[in-house]
Structures are given as C-alpha cells and as structure tokens.
C-alpha cells in the first residue's frame, strides 16, 4: 500500500513512563481516542456485571422451586440487570465507539468541543458508579432494601416512597439522571462534529454511513434524553418534597410515567440499535468486496427510523386500557417502523450477493446480526399486533424478543466492532481463532437461551417472577435457557482472554489490516495524538479505493 | 506510484459554508431544553383541572385579579430580550460602551424579574399556604415555574459573568460570536417563558367546571 500517506507517529517516549503519570494522562485527557477507549472499556465491565446478574437470574430459574435467591434479592438483579445493560452498557459502547469514529472517519482533529466530550464521560461514569453505590447506601436510615427493585422501567406508583422505602429508588433516579445529562451532552458533541468539523471536499453525500447514522441517532439523543431526566426529577420531587405526580392517592397519574417513559425508552431502543446497524453498514462493504448498496436509501431510511422512532412509544403499553382508537395509531405507526428497517436489511443483503465475501470475525459475527436482528425484528411485528400483544405482554415472549434486537442484535454488532477496530485502536489485531470459537459457543449459546422464552412466554410464563411451580410445562424450557448461559459463559471468556492476551502478544496490525476504505485505515494504528499529518480531501465517499485505484476512482462514478 | 493521468484528476473540492461548532451545539442544547420543558410543560396541561382539593390556580394566581402585578414582571424579562439584542449590535458595531450599558440593563430586568417571582412564590406560600406537596396545581406550579426560575437564574450568573469581564475591559468584539451564543440561550429563557405564562396565568387558571 505504498500509495497510502503514512504519517510519522509520535516521537518514541524515552524510558517507561512511571505509572502514576500514565494515569494523570488517562484522567486529565480529553482526546477523544481514549475517551472513547475508557467508555468501551467501561462498558464491557458492565457488560460482565449485568452479565453476571443475568447469570444468577438464570441459576434461579433453572427448575421449578429453587432457593439459590430470595424474590427480594431476583427483584434488585432484574432492575439492576436491566438498567446497568441499557445505561451503562449499551449507551457507553456506542458512544465511545463513536467517540473513537467519527472524527478519524471524518478526517477530523477531535470532537467539537473536547472539554465537553471529557465532562460526558466523567458523568457517565460517576452516575454509574451511583447506581452500585445503591448496593451500600440504599438502605438509607429505614433499613429497607439494598438496591434498587422497581425495574429498570419503574413504573409508577411503585417508585413512590410509600411502596418504595429507602433510598434505592433515588439512586436509581440520580445515576441514570447524572449520565443521561452526560450521554445527551456528548450527542450534541456529535451533531456539532458531523455538520461542522467534516474535511475538505466531505459534502453529507459523500459521509461513511457511519457518520450519518450517528448524526440521527445523536438528534434521538438530544431530543429523548431530557424527557426522562424531566419525569426523574418529578419522581424525585415525588418522593423527597412530597410532591404528587405520580401518586394516585392525590389525583397523580401513574400513566403519566408511563407515557414519560416511554417517551423516552423508545426512541432509546433506536439510539442503541442504530449504532449497531452503522457498524455492520461499514464492515459488510469491506468484507463483501463491494460498495455498499444503495447508499443514498440507507440515509433516507435512517433518518426515516429516526422521525417514525419518536411516534411508537403506546406500543409498550396496549395492556394498560387505552382508547381503541389510541392503540390502532400506535400499531400502524409501529408496523411502519418496519418498513425503513426492512430497506435497511434488504441493502445488506444486497450488498452481500454477488460480493467476494471473506468470512473473517467482523464479518461473521455482523452476519449473525443479520439472522438475529431479523427474527427479533419479526417478533417485533407480532408484538406490535394489539390483540396479539394482549396475550404475550409481560411475558417471558417480550423478554425473547427484546433479547434477540438487544443481544443477538446490537452484542454481536458490537463484537463486529470490536473485532474490526480493535487494531486500529490497539495496533494489534484480536486473534481469529479465538474469535471464530467465541462466535459459534456464543451464536449456540444465545439461540440456546433466549430462543426457548419465547416458547415458555407462550406457555404464559410471565417476566419478573423469581420462580414457578412443577405443573406449568415450563420447567423443561427454562432449563434450556439456563444450559445456554453456560454456553455463553464459556464463549464471553474466550473473549475476554482473547483481548487481555492480543492487547500484549496479539499480531502487529499495520495501517490498514482488512483492505478497507474510509479514511481512519490512512493514518496509523494506533493513531497519533493529532489524528492526520495533513487535512484529508476525498472526493468520494470510498477515499481509500480512491488512493489504491487511481486508475479506477470512485468519485468517476458518483 | 505512478503518477495518474491527467484526465483522471479528481474535481476540485469545494470548500463548504457552514454554520460554526458553537452555533451547531447551542441550537442543539436549546432543542434538548424544549423537550425538557416540554415534557414539564405536558404533565402541567395533563393535570389542569384534576385537583382533588384546594385551594385551585384561580383561588392564588393573581392575574384574574390583579393582572398588573405578574404582567408586569413579564414585561421585564421580555422586555430584556430586546436590550440584549440592542447589546448585540452594538457589539458588532464595535461600541463597548454601548455595549455595556444594554448589556447591563438585560442584566437589571433579569434580576427584577426573579425577585418578582420570590414575591410571588412568598406570596403563595405564607398567604395561600401552597407548597409542592399541597395538590397537583403546587406540584405542577413550583415545578415548572421553578424550573423557568432556575434558567433564568444561570443565565443571569452567566450574563453577570459578561458584564464583569466587559466592566474589566477584557471582553471585545472579538468575542462577538461568544456573546452571541449566551443571547441565544437567552432569548430562549424569554421564549419559554411566554409559553409557561400562557399555560400557568390563562389556561390553568380557568374556573373548574
């Protein structure tokens, strides 16, 4: 790749760095590289965490009658559970991933406004660690409760402080506050990056998809964030000034939380998913051999997921009793959701066929995303049919579903990103074995798990319950979902030996290890400080292929 | 590498106008402060009217019987968005002078507004004995009304900040965009402010059926 411009990297350190300093530089940076690293880094943490919880859940439910938990302690893992992989998991990896992204794919310095980027991340992380702190203080001066155990939705009047004693609730309340203004700060860093600090000759056509993903999801997070934070401080108005939004008892509504919520956790599960299509929209070219198809579709639907995402929200509630009427628009709207991700789905595919497809780790796993999120996505259609709701809501046929758009959708994306990125961050390259065996234990392992809830659902087993009785016909279901989880416990290792052992002895990456095409594969890996030597100019949406062909130029053809 | 023929010499990339990171980021955090009171602004309409007990807006709220009284406080804070403009173009006119004096002013009616609204809110809560946690209408009045108090009350820090900093000579036109910015936010607090004041004084005040 001679043709590639290497920049010099940075002048060799003398010495070793005494550690104390190294960790000054970590604390005090704000250089989006390894502020991204510490979110991704922190996100797998939780990962492992909630992980675990999930794990003793799974223990528990194993057969019929276990007392490895009390219902008090199944009720805190399930919030916990939940909350920790949505706020501090999933948010954390897709902001930190685009953190590392967007200004190398754009061929930018760093982000706007790097201060802010820095006071996201502290946010993000000191909520969290509010959040676990609940294991300590939540008790509070009552002697209730450890964590919180109100779920990771807390509905209403639950929360309210005659059913919820202690503190826990007001942690669960102020971490997720605490990092949603972080999360929400760093979605404005975004939109501000993408519209102004894109380089010469980037007009918004010729973006990486993954900028232009990012772009929507970052408007769903500037306009989703604050509704929760508002409806988490009337709860804290609630239950520390006495305050009665959310109490019945003096005319509150409990509806109202949830309409709040679902304002907000809505359009959320589409800033965690839409991540997870922006990376395999970038890995499926490159390891197809081809140019993505339809480029200027996929920017219409997304911004169409985007706009559709923030009028679905009642579908969480078709059980509570709204108007009929109510329920009819929120189905459409919701079955319309379907159509844009349907488009999305069909460029994929398309993209793939005809392709010289190399089956290496990104790739693989970014195909598992394509088989998962589809069934996900067709449970979802079935879930967004009123009568059909009605039957499964709450039951363990949600819990599948969600499970396979969230794990089976957005993990393995996640993995494909990693795989992918990891030696453009590190230098070096995860090893493909390893991975291959992570990808397969983990493909069994999930389908294992979460494919029999939704047949233990149907049965009508119902979410949240910390165990059930013999004669049900469920015992048979849920042990096969609890032998999947030592199946993924297996391959969740592999991983992490995998990443502890390549960050020391992995291969030595070089600029550009997969032949890829967007600009972060032009500077070194690890990148400099200052990202590129000189200003990049690209003249069409693949600058890389532009460099290796000049024969052969894309922007020929755009 | 061989050097490519000329004919394949990619077009001259075009260098883009665009709006600056600054003006991109606080259009964005202004939008995330609507949908922040928007949903504030939401639960109040959804609560209008359902109290189960007293005492209801129209028995506290003073506009049905002495408009004046919070007309008049309004008047200083919308009034204050015309000052800061003033400052603006005088700024941009380079005249500090001027600059300071507008900005000053903005400052003043800032300031008159929220001590009204402490009169106001001593009001309620020595005279009418209304808190958060007497009915919805305190609920939902403090919340929102509050939280348009505290807006208007980092904004003021903020310009006071300015006004110390222009006072010490170490703010010029330089600083143009900067100071801009702050306006914007400013002239949000005002706009919202017309909207809590048409969903506090008038819609919320209507007798109950």
Redesign the interface.
Known sequence: M??LQKPAGPPAATGPVPFLSRMHEWVTTVDHKKLGTMYVTCGIVYLIIAGLEATMMRWQLAWPGQEVLSPEEFNRLFTMHGTTMVFFVGMPILLGAANVLIPLMIGARDL??PR?NAFGFWLFFFGSLLLYFSYFGGQGLYGMGSAPDVGWFAYAPLTERTFSRGHSTDYWILGIFVAGIGS?AT???F???I???RC??M?LMKMPLLAWIMLIDSVLI??????L???Q??LL?DRL?????FDAQ????AL?WQN?FW?FGHPEVYILILPGFAFVTEIIPVFSRKVIFGYPLMVAATVAIGFISVGVWAHHMFAVGLSPMLNAIFMGSTMLVGVPTGIKMFNWVATMIGGKIRFETPMLYSTGFLCQFLLGGLTGIFLATVPFDWQVSDSYFVVGHFHYVLFGGLVFAIFAAVYYWFPKVTGRLLNERLGKWQFWLLLIGFNLTFGPMHVSGMLGMPRRIYTYHLDRGWEFWNLLSSIGVIIQLVGFSLFAWNVLHSLFKGRIAGDDPWDAWTLEWSTTSPPPAHNFDEDP???SRRPLW?LKH??D?D??YE | ??T?PAM?A??E????D?????K??VT??I???I??????I??YL??IG???NGPYPQDVLEVSVAPLKVLFNSIFLLISSVWIWLAIRSMRAGRMGAFIFWWALTVICGAVFLVGTGFEWYGMIVDDGVW??T??F???F??LVG?HAFHVTMGLIVLTLILVLALLGHVSPRNIEKVDLVSWYWHFVDGIWIVVFFVVYVFGNQPIQ
């Open positions: 001679s043709v706007a406004f802010l929400t979605g404005i860093n939109i501000a990056t519209l102004g600090m010469k000759g007009t500037v306009v989703a964030l604050p509704p934070a508002a409806g401080i009337m108005f000034l006495g305050a009665h939004f003096a005319g509150g509504s109202l709040i304002f100019v690209v003249h532009d000049p024969d130029p922007w020929k | 590498m061989t490519a394949l990619p077009p990339a075009v260098p883009q665009r709006m600056s990171n600054g991109i980021g964005c955090m939008i995330s402060e949908a922040f009171f928007g949903t504030i939401a639960a959804f609560y359902r109290d189960i958060m946690g009915n919805l305190g609920t939902c403090y919340t939280f």
